[in-house]
């Protein structure tokens, strides 16, 4: 149980272009979902934190207007990176949390995105 | 503000070595403390958690943990290694429980590295 799915697992795409990619959790529902960034070598840095149905709380220095989140169901959330450039090259990879008392926190395989 | 600090970013063992691996954080609160594994290529595994009560936490192939509170630590231990076990451990911190709760902080990782 508690298997967290990413889609693409790998993208590559042009400067400019914006890139969406979906984090589900494919046996439990999920109210909170965490979008992490992760560079080589280097440990995972939160995002922002999803909640189904509201507003993503993002973490200081995040651009929301450039990573937009949503997370419409609760077994869905979508990164979008708006306008991606290659500083933006990295390892995203996103969580869902089962319950509140459990607290535990589920990862999903990760997203490699290169912009080119 | 929360941070997790582990003290080991290459550890290099021998099989049958006995392992661990340094973890501090930072608040004052409750706590509650994860270690995670990626394995090369694959997402993060959880190896085992501590939320509350027996302060040795046993997990996954044969890892074990301790939290010692009055040093704010919960280093990661395994008697003997093995090949299987190279890999990438992450220890994190979730300290707003009761708060917006889940968000976990990492601290930098210890790539691990088994000789055969």
């Known amino acids: 149980g508690a298997v967290v799915s990413q889609h693409p697992s790998r993208v590559i795409c042009k400067s400019g272009t914006s890139v969406k990619i979906e984090c589900r959790s494919l046996?439990?529902?999920?109210?909170?979902m965490f979008w992490y960034r992760q560079f080589p070598k280097q440990s995972l840095m939160l995002m922002a934190t999803?909640?189904?149905?509201?507003?993503?709380?993002?973490e200081q220095g995040v651009e929301k207007d450039k990573f937009l989140i949503n997370h419409a169901s609760l077994t869905l959330s979508t990164l979008t990176v708006t306008s991606a450039h290659p500083e933006d090259s990295s390892f995203y990879i996103c969580?869902?949390?089962?319950?509140?008392?459990?607290?535990?926190?589920?990862f999903g395989p990760g997203t490699r995105l290169t912009v080119l | 503000a929360q941070s997790v600090s582990q003290h080991n970013h290459h550890v290099i063992l021998s099989e049958a070595a006995s392992l661990e691996l340094g973890c501090n954080y930072s608040?004052?609160?409750?706590?509650?403390l994860f270690w995670y594994v990626q394995y090369p290529g694959q997402h993060l595994q959880l190896l085992l958690k501590?939320?509350?009560?027996?302060?040795l936490v046993k997990g996954i192939k044969g890892f074990e943990a301790e939290f010692i509170k009055s040093k704010f630590s919960f280093n990661l231990r395994k008697p003997s290694v093995q090949w299987s076990d190279t890999a990438e451990y992450f220890c994190?911190?979730?300290?707003?429980?009761?708060?917006?709760?889940?968000?976990?902080?990492f601290g930098q990782g210890t790539e691990l590295s088994v000789k055969p």
């Open positions: 969580s869902a949390r089962v319950g509140v008392q459990i607290d535990t926190q589920y």
């Open positions: 046996d439990f529902q999920a109210t909170t």
């Open positions: 999803s909640n189904e149905g509201s507003k993503a709380t993002y």
């Open positions: 608040y004052g609160g409750t706590v509650n």
């Open positions: 501590y939320f509350s009560g027996d302060p």
């Open positions: 994190a911190v979730n300290g707003e429980i009761y708060n917006q709760g889940g968000k976990l902080i």
